[in-house]
């Protein structure tokens, strides 16, 4: 009896747009599995095996319970021979030898290190591979032509590699809501990406900003950006103005999956207290909040987390600040909805409505528009909730959408 319902066929649909995946992950060890072996294809320039080990482990995320047995796999979309090979591996033997071998790798374990460093690119990551270099030491003392993101990126590698925590996205969103606020009263700050989606770290922190009047969120990056630098906020920031306009691409075409907002990659620089101060018990009290009672567990977490992550490096114990990696994308409010949900992610999750929406409904999709290649117009939407259903998908709330 128990063993029937250990083998329960599991049904899923074949887009992960179709699905609800919470962070709630019951098949990690497969999951961990797959998407290592995606690295493993990105990083050899092998983007179609990496979407379908992407695609593998998000139906696996999707699954209510842990795999137990090849059986309930049967009749999963998404799943090809490769994949099976490596679930039917660890069903097996606890383990993948493919991901095994992967993981001692030099050419993996070189280009994981050196694509860690903002604004270095598989490309160029190989080629540093080919000309010997394995590691950081190795970079610095070969000192090859680093551009202004690669340098802010070397020299913050051990910051920008230690996940920021929702604490810290929550200072940060406070620092920004201050900057827009201070150039432009009327805006609105928004967070998006992964903490949008519930997740408690990141590996940045990604925010939307717009103004309830079209056109008057035309020039509010750079004052914001300005803002943000004389206070000695930004160690790093690179501003690409909106090309939407301009851009040759057709409304049914376009050339990219990359938007063409005006956006600012940059990196902050969060001072320690600033970050303590978001969850002070007084700061809270002031705003009439309740003291909250794990204000002091998660500060020592914080603290925790830093002396791990720092054994093998410099004492950093007085540094009192931390570099951390935030994206601003300024959006006018006639396109708010499909940039909230095209920078809501996941990656994953954003390709599957695009391949949704093209090929089963001929529209397509991007984080400015949708248009309907049948009937030749766009099909406007002030919420993601109206962007569903034109999709004819239900609506999936973004702690849903961690394909
Ligand atoms: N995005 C994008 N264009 C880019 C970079 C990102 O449209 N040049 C979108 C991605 O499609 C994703 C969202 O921005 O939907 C967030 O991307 P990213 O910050 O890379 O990932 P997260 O899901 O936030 O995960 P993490 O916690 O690692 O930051
Ligand atoms: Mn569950
Ligand atoms: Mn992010
Ligand atoms: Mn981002």
Redesign the pocket.
Known sequence: ETNEAEKVVFSVPSYACQRRISLDNHNTIFTDALSLLAEKAELSNEDGRGVAFRRAAAVLKSLPRTVTDMEQLKGLPCLGDHSQRVIKDILENGVSSEVKLTTQNERFKALKVLTGIFGVGTKTADRWFREGIRNLTQLRNSAPSLNRAQQAGLEHYDDLNQA?TKDEADAIGEIVEKAVLAVSPRSEVTL????R?G?L??????FLITHPEEGKEVGLMPKVVSWLESRGYLLYQKTTRNSYLESEDGPGRPSS???RFE?CFSIFRLEKTERLNAKKPEALAENGAQPQEDVTCSISGHMQLQDKDSQDEQPTGDKLWRAVRV?LVVSPISQFAFALL??????L??RELRRWAGHEKAMSLS?HALYDNNQNIYLRAASEEEIFAHLGLEYIHPFERNA
């Open positions: 920021v998006t990406g992964g903490f989606r997740k770290t990141g590996h940045d922190v990604d999956n990359m938007d956006r994206d095209g920078w809501t992610g996941s990656k999750f954003e984080s």
